[in-house]
């Protein structure tokens, strides 16, 4: 999306941060939007929070599911009520599930979870999404079980045989909700042609899982990656930019 945006004609500065502060940016106007908001329950008191300061502009995913995910040789861990009482996996994990920043939707979902499963001796440990991701290859390097939060799209899923655990209970949300583009209420005045172009830009699963692991698995640099599908997909451009003219 930057790199489009750059073709367009804006300086694009692309920031990753945490969810609290994704939201407060857009809210406040320092940053115009983001493509990673998390709807409707997930990120559900970021947007009770700034709605009056939003808009939510464009849907790209219809289905982001969340859920407690180990390793596929975990065989007989299948679904979050296989985690109650099972003392022989507690302490190898010493009952921890490893666990992203605090503010994430997910994390408070999963507090949710181990209260409406009876998980009383699980603890959630409170890290980043990389530390996680750290001890998630750590464990799997060395064929040993962990419990951690992930969710769909999300590029381990194109480079670890993962398993999502069942949520009977639903408190995870099912098949999850949806990923929207969220801007600055002001955007749209502000900045005609990128509010247009966020407003038409499309996502696929597929899509994702070409591009995401180029960058965390293969360590390639994000803006060559962008910038070599913009070359192999010139059709896929032209809807994205369509009545939109360069700046």
């Known amino acids: 999306m930057g790199e489009v945006l750059e073709d367009i004609g804006y300086n694009v500065d692309v920031k990753q941060v945490e969810t609290g502060p994704m939201w407060a940016s857009v809210a406040d106007g320092s940053a115009d939007f983001t493509a990673s908001a998390w709807l409707p329950e997930s990120q559900k008191q970021y947007w009770e929070k700034y709605k009056d300061q939003v808009v ?8 982001a599911p969340l859920a407690l995910t180990v390793p596929t040789y975990m065989e007989d861990i299948n679904s979050v009520e296989d985690l109650k009482g099972n003392t022989e996996l507690g302490e190898k994990v010493n009952w921890k599930i490893t666990g992203i920043d ?3 939707g997910i994390m408070s979902l999963t507090d949710q979870a181990i209260k409406d499963y009876g998980l009383d001796k699980w603890e959630l440990q409170h890290s980043s999404e990389a530390a996680m991701i750290t001890e998630l290859k750590s464990a799997i390097e060395n064929k040993e079980p962990i419990v951690v939060t992930l969710w769909k799209p999300h590029w381990t899923f194109g480079v670890m045989d993962l398993n999502m655990l069942k949520d009977p209970k639903g408190t995870y949300g099912g098949d999850g909700g949806h990923i929207s583009i969220v801007a600055h209420k002001d955007l749209k005045d502000n ?15 597929e899509m994702i899982e ?5 960058v965390f698995a293969e360590d390639k640099d994000p803006e060559k990656v962008a910038r070599q599908f913009i070359k192999d997909n010139p059709d896929l451009i032209d809807k994205w930019t369509k009545g939109i003219p360069a700046e």
């Open 56 to 63: 939510e502009v464009n849907q790209t995913l219809d289905k």
């Open 102 to 104: 605090s503010g994430a």
């Open 191 to 205: 900045a005609p042609a990128a509010f247009k172009f966020i407003n038409q830009y499309t996502e696929s699963y």
């Open 210 to 214: 070409k591009l995401m692991p180029q």
